[in-house]
């Protein structure tokens, strides 16, 4: 192996590791703008209409 062949694959083992930092930089970002949709999406929902009155649901009738 000569000293050019390692400098080569030095260089681009140092390319390979700066595209895996940007590729996962930007799922980062990707993932924290999917959570701030799902945060707005849950915000978003309507909340639970108040309970029903006490004396609603507490009996079932069991005759047909």
């Known amino acids: 192996?000569?000293?050019?062949?390692?400098?080569?694959?030095?260089?681009?083992?140092?390319?390979?590791?700066?595209?895996?930092?940007?590729?996962?930089?930007?799922?980062?970002?990707?993932?924290?703008?999917?959570q701030t949709s799902a945060m707005q999406l849950l915000d978003a929902i309507p909340g639970s209409p108040g309970s029903n009155p006490l004396h609603l649901g507490q009996n079932v009738d069991v005759h047909a």
Request: hydrophobic share 50%; glycine share 0%.
């Open 1 to 34: 192996m000569e000293v050019s062949d390692i400098a080569s694959m030095a260089t681009a083992m140092a390319q390979s590791r700066i595209q895996q930092a940007v590729q996962v930089s930007v799922l980062k970002k990707s993932l924290d703008a999917e």
